[in-house]
């Protein structure tokens, strides 16, 4: 067994921050914030990563993934952790932590139809408290209604079946939830005009999900901006993406970009500084708040 360097215990100051968390965002909040604090005894040890990986008999990338919050916790490994890091009297905490972050999340039982990559989205997103998202192409998924969420996952998954495509279409209803729940996220969002424009599901659809819009938009936590046709190019140009941002101030925000089958997970501090400036730009680039509703039903009357 690897022997802790000698000196007095780490401080775990941050402990009463993941028990906030697993009120505030649940499993995935939590286990990314016992990987940072995992992370900060680690360092504070003077330990590396391979050193770290050998005491729990695996290696440097399972400390890697374990220190991002982006697996689940083996409460053993977790305790043989905290002895190398020479923490005695906090082990049960750290162990009762590690139990509630691997509970799993209400979407859990759609399993089925949910591939990994974007459970990390949904558990993220479940945590946020500012949730910033472009879109180009698709109403953003909080804010769209049964059918028009239908329509875009019958053009995404043409193979599924009926059943299939229902339990997706349920677990988008059930996403929205947190739009309306105590303590909701602020939800900012910029959509492309291309994405009202086109009829996604025929014109009763449509019309019925701009409507929707209409109606979200009265929400005090939501807020929509709408990129003109007019404007020509803009500032993001790349594609869409989400930024995520946590109440818990050890949380680094993330930036999700969504692929057709994959995604990326952003949180380098270079990286999320150029997406904050991107989605600024598209604040001041996009029609003011104030001019939605009356975009929106322009729209309407030309349907």
Do not use: C
């Not at 750290?94 to 209400?106: D, E, I, K, T, V």
């Amino acid at each position: 067994m690897i022997e802790a360097p000698a000196g007095a215990e780490p401080s775990v100051g941050p402990v009463p921050a993941l028990h906030a968390a697993q009120h505030a965002g649940g499993p995935t909040a939590l286990r990314i914030l016992l990987g940072a604090q995992l992370r900060r005894l680690r360092e504070a040890r003077g330990i590396t990563r391979e050193a770290a990986g050998e005491e729990i008999r695996g290696s440097h990338a399972k400390i890697s993934r374990m220190e991002l919050g982006r697996v689940s916790f083996r409460e053993r490994d977790v305790a043989d952790l905290l002895t190398l890091y020479g923490i005695t009297d906090e082990q049960q905490t750290f162990l009762s932590l590690a139990r509630q972050a691997n509970a799993p999340g209400w979407w859990h039982k759609y399993n089925d139809i949910l591939p990994s990559w974007f459970e990390i989205y949904i558990g993220l997103e479940e945590a946020a408290s500012v949730i910033r998202t472009y879109e180009a192409q698709f109403i953003p998924g909080l804010l769209q209604t049964e059918d028009y969420a239908r329509a875009v996952t019958q053009l995404g998954y043409p193979g599924w079946s009926a059943e299939e495509i229902e339990r997706r279409v349920s677990l988008r209803m059930r996403r929205q939830q947190l739009l309306t729940r105590p303590h909701a996220p602020t939800l900012w969002a910029v959509v492309d005009e291309a994405a009202l424009q086109r009829p996604l599901g025929g014109p009763r659809v449509i019309r019925a999900q701009l409507e929707r819009l209409i109606e979200v938009v009265e929400l005090p936590n939501v807020t929509l901006q709408i990129m003109p046709f007019r404007l020509g190019g803009h500032a993001a140009a790349g594609g869409p993406f989400t930024l995520l941002r946590f109440p818990e101030p050890d949380l680094p925000e993330v930036v999700y970009l969504e692929q057709l089958t994959s995604a990326l997970y952003l949180d380098k501090a270079r990286d999320i500084e150029h997406y904050k400036k991107v989605i600024d730009r598209l604040y001041v680039q996009a029609e003011p708040p104030t001019n939605t509703e009356k975009l929106l039903n322009k729209i309407i009357e030309g349907i």
